[in-house]
């Protein structure tokens, strides 16, 4: 997914920039920006982006001006986040269907919730193709409560139904988005959002189905402090 940033600040611009780049690399995620210093060098882009982060108080065109020109002209559907030290101007940019408001100086907090709200929307609604012996399945990630390696292939249990397919558990957590799945044994990845509890003694996941799930002795730190990351920013 791609940001555009525009900000007559150049300290500012470059600020926003580097924390969305930290953001992605924290929460591997494939999220790059762009940056421009003004709305007429931003309008003059053909590329349409996922996200605009839009300073107020531009020079020659405020952001409001910008964002109806994207909405109008170029008609952009994507978010739009204005960049702003005052907040008297709120009333005015619904008509512009702002998606939200972050203060100047920018908090890191603020931006990433933005983000978020971009961002975590795919997460959920990936999908992946598995095959079986005669056929291929398009099958919705968050329907997927864990995964069990077999010797050359892996079964794969969901909210209706467990299948094996024609995969080694390694090359099907390649493609899982790993915000929400953990390998948590050489022979088990599991959902995040099925887990009901855990026991960090016992190195044991309770699953919400009712299964119960070892986890390594290797891997027990790395699993609670990524469940830890993952309800944070997802529950």
């Known amino acids: 997914m791609w940001i555009a ?4 600040d150049q300290y500012e611009n470059d600020l926003v920039v580097n924390l969305i ?6 929460y591997d995620y494939d ?3 762009r940056s421009f210093s003004s709305g007429e060098s931003l309008l003059r882009c053909d590329q349409i982006f996922d996200m605009y982060i839009l300073d107020y108080q531009l020079g020659k065109m405020d952001g409001m001006v910008l964002a109806e020109k994207l909405r109008k002209e170029k008609n952009v559907e994507s978010y739009i986040v204005f960049l702003t030290a005052y907040m008297h101007f709120i009333q005015e940019a619904f008509k512009v269907n702002t998606h939200r408001f972050l203060h ?3 908090n890191t907090e603020e931006l990433y919730e933005a ?4 961002m975590l929307p795919t997460v959920y609604s990936r999908h992946i193709s598995l095959k079986q012996v005669t056929q291929e399945d398009i099958i919705y990630t968050n329907d997927i409560i864990c995964i069990e390696a077999q010797r050359k292939t892996s079964l ?3 909210k209706t139904q467990t299948v094996e397919y024609n995969h080694l558990m390694k090359d099907i957590y390649d493609i899982l988005p790993k915000q929400l799945f953990f390998k948590v044994h050489r022979s088990y990845i599991i959902n ?3 887990i ?3 026991s960090i003694r016992d190195r044991l996941i309770v699953m919400k189905d009712g299964r119960t799930i070892p986890v390594s002795r290797d891997r027990i730190n790395d699993f609670v402090q990524n469940h830890e990351i993952y309800v944070k920013r997802f529950k």
């Open 196 to 198: 009901k509890n855990y």
């Open 31 to 33: 999220l790059h920006c």
């Open 21 to 26: 780049n930290e953001y992605a690399v924290q």
């Open 5 to 8: 940033v525009c900000d007559d």
């Open 192 to 194: 995040f959002e099925y």
């Open 104 to 106: 100047k100086p920018v």
């Open 115 to 118: 983000l978020n709200s971009l």
């Open 156 to 158: 794969v249990t969901m």
